[in-house]
């Protein structure tokens, strides 16, 4: 018997699914066979959150990382042609780290697939600054930052512009070079600093309910 073509398929839109893709955007991995995806992360509860947002039965598995080799990141592999060819049409390619551009994200569940990106390759962090108190002892500042990283400077440029266009925050972008020794490309982020990060991460965690790594949303709680 010949083998039936597929058709392609539009599937659709949810905050999780948008979740799921800000995740393979970042942290994510189309093979070359046209079938076969995977999501790889340190944090084996953002590999079972993704499992669930994509309602994915498969197996959470480990991996070496390519860097490090001693160190053990969790992995979840998994097949479906059709939603690799979706993934495609997205804008989404295999090896996509450098080649990454313009994805084709509807407006509506933005906010959804930027929470996966920042927590794929994104950082929120605050700390206390101390750097004036030889004026005053007094003068102690909360800083709070949030920043998306990418090797692509196209989709870092492409993020900072949808940013801008449905929030109104601007941010800063800029290239990190190389400064490690695991650290094999320069990389490209646009970074917040504190006021428009309290709007930008207000805007991200806009119900209690939606997914996201608890870590970085208790960091955002603490001033939104």
Same mark, same amino acid.
């Given at each position: 018997?010949?083998?039936?073509?597929?058709?392609?398929?539009?599937?659709?839109?949810?905050?999780?699914?948008?979740?799921?893709?800000?995740?393979?955007?970042?942290?994510?991995?189309?093979?070359?066979?046209?079938?076969?995806?995977?999501?790889?992360?340190?944090?084996?509860?953002?590999?079972?959150?993704?499992?669930?947002?994509?309602?994915?039965?498969?197996?959470?598995?480990? #991996?070496?990382?390519?860097?490090?080799?001693?160190?053990?990141?969790?992995?979840?592999?998994?097949?479906?042609?059709?939603?690799?060819?979706?993934?495609?049409?997205?804008?989404?390619?295999?090896?996509?780290?450098?080649?990454?551009?313009?994805?084709?994200?509807?407006?509506?569940?933005?906010?959804?697939?930027?929470?996966?990106?920042?927590?794929?390759?994104?950082?929120?962090?605050?700390?206390?600054?101390?750097?004036?108190?030889?004026?005053?002892?007094?003068?102690?500042?909360?800083?709070?930052?949030?920043?998306?990283?990418?090797?692509?400077?196209? %989709?870092?440029?492409?993020?900072?512009?949808?940013?801008?266009?449905?929030?109104?925050? #601007?941010? %800063?972008?800029?290239?990190? #070079?190389?400064?490690?020794?695991?650290?094999?490309?320069?990389?490209?982020?646009?970074?917040?600093?504190?006021?428009?990060?309290? #709007?930008?991460?207000?805007?991200?965690?806009?119900?209690?309910?939606?997914?996201?790594?608890?870590?970085?949303?208790?960091?955002?709680?603490?001033?939104?």
């Amino acid at each position: 018997m010949p083998k039936v073509k597929l058709a392609d398929k539009d599937f659709k839109w949810t905050p999780e699914l948008a979740y799921a893709v800000g995740l393979l955007t970042t942290d994510g991995n189309l093979s070359k066979d046209g079938r076969h995806m995977d999501f790889t992360s340190k944090d084996k509860e953002l590999v079972e959150l993704f499992k669930k947002c994509l309602q994915l039965n498969n197996k959470i598995g480990r #991996k070496n990382s390519g860097s490090c080799p001693k160190k053990k990141y969790y992995r979840v592999q998994f097949g479906n042609i059709v939603f690799y060819r979706w993934l495609q049409r997205l804008g989404l390619t295999p090896h996509k780290s450098k080649t990454i551009g313009t994805l084709k994200i509807p407006d509506k569940y933005f906010s959804d697939f930027l929470r996966g990106h920042l927590d794929g390759d994104g950082q929120v962090w605050t700390y206390k600054d101390r750097w004036n108190t030889f004026k005053n002892p007094k003068y102690i500042y909360t800083r709070l930052w949030t920043r998306f990283l990418s090797a692509s400077k196209i %989709h870092i440029q492409w993020l900072k512009k949808n940013i801008t266009r449905l929030t109104g925050i #601007k941010g %800063h972008t800029w290239e990190r #070079k190389i400064l490690k020794p695991n650290q094999t490309t320069n990389m490209w982020e646009v970074k917040f600093a504190k006021k428009d990060s309290i #709007k930008l991460l207000s805007w991200l965690y806009h119900s209690p309910n939606v997914p996201c790594s608890i870590r970085k949303r208790k960091i955002a709680e603490k001033f939104i």
